[in-house]
């Protein structure tokens, strides 16, 4: 807080112009900083609940580690402020930094596409609450390379030019906020459902050439493909390493600009579930890659932000990912695997 004390002539205008400009002179200017030019733990977890902020917070900021990441869902028909700044208040107190990834509504088996005036709604909404740092985290959607994720169409140029429409509306209303592009399926393949990653990337910048020009960081799905079973020494797309692949892959489509990466979803499915898979890996196993990930992958320079799917997830059909055992308030091993890895005491920035 500060205290400001002006003193001037009670008889002549010219003082009170001058603490006028003075004032206006302390103001801050709101605007993002880069998260990697500060002390930063980029350890983190997904989660689907808000009641297990308490549990991610002993997650990620353990091993001296403080102020984590927290990836989570915010769905158009959810925007309760309340409820929302409730969560964003405990994840203040938590230390924990959140992510956030908007989401439309579910019809059927699918998400529908954003509504014609969607962005400015947002903008409006996410302006409306208090954030945990100044950087203001958000993915614009889900893997629109599948057509479930968007309108059950394929159609990077609509997808771009969402993107452009959102990162305008946002930072028009606040340079707080932190824009990133929605994570893709790099695995995936072009069969009428969904759309190969290099052909879905290069069709978005010929429909919007400028679109890097309105994002701040890269969102990527690293997972350890085949069947998120692979080897932790893989390396190349559809590996946790699937982030340099698209790193190399944007340069090859003429973008220059160097984007800090997070890495929102990644982690491998363990045999352990509602119905045992002997063919999986053990929890055990999926710590012990943790561990070698932790050591030799997620150290990148360019990393900010690693968030392993899922926490907490009590059936179908993520239950083999759920890093918490079902129907008990226990956690798997892997858990307490990821709890030793050595982190950092993140310092962000904050706005009292």
Do not use: C
């Not at 950087?135 to 059950?152: M, S």
């Not at 020009?213 to 493909?225: A, F, K, Q, V």
């Not at 907490?312 to 695997?337: C, I, R, V």
């Amino acid at each position: 807080k500060r205290h400001i004390t002006y003193f001037f002539h009670m008889n002549g205008i010219r003082p009170i112009i001058l603490a006028i400009l003075f004032f206006l002179s302390v103001v801050p200017v709101l605007a993002k900083y880069d998260p990697l030019t500060v002390p930063n733990n980029r350890f983190g977890i997904l989660i689907v609940d808000p009641n297990d902020l308490a549990d991610a917070a002993k997650l990620v900021n353990s091993a001296k580690g403080d102020w984590g990441y927290v990836t989570l869902v915010m769905q158009e028909d959810d925007r309760d402020a309340e409820k929302w700044q409730r969560i964003f208040n405990e994840m203040r107190a938590f230390h924990l930094i959140p992510i956030v990834r908007l989401a439309t509504h579910i019809d059927g088996d699918a998400w529908v596409k954003p509504y014609k005036d969607s962005a400015a709604d947002w903008a409006k909404f996410l302006n409306s609450l208090n954030w945990p740092i100044e950087n203001r985290y958000v993915i614009i959607y889900n893997e629109p390379n599948h057509g479930n994720e968007w309108g059950r169409s394929l159609d990077p140029e609509n997808y771009a030019r969402t993107l452009v429409s959102y990162a305008k509306e946002l930072k028009k209303i606040s340079e707080d906020f932190f824009i990133m592009p929605a994570g893709l399926d790099v695995s995936a393949a072009s069969d009428g459902r969904s759309l190969d990653a290099t052909q879905y990337l290069s069709r978005m910048l010929k429909a919007e050439p400028s679109l890097f020009d309105y994002l701040d960081g890269w969102t990527s799905h690293s997972y350890p493909n085949p069947a998120f079973s692979g080897s932790v020494f893989a390396f190349g797309r559809g590996t946790l390493r699937s982030f340099q692949w698209e790193r190399e892959y944007l340069k090859q489509l003429g973008v220059t600009k160097k984007l800090p990466i997070f890495i929102t979803e990644t982690g491998w499915v363990h045999r352990e579930g509602l119905q045992a898979n002997s063919g999986l890996l053990s929890s055990d196993q999926v710590g012990a890659n943790l561990l070698l990930a932790a050591a030799q992958i997620w150290t990148d320079p360019d990393i900010v932000a690693i968030t392993p799917f899922v926490l907490n997830y009590q059936g179908l059909p993520f239950d083999h990912f759920s890093w918490k055992k079902l129907g008990s308030p226990e956690y798997y091993p892997q858990y307490g695997a990821y709890q030793q890895i050595g982190k950092l005491s993140g310092q962000p920035y904050q706005r009292e």
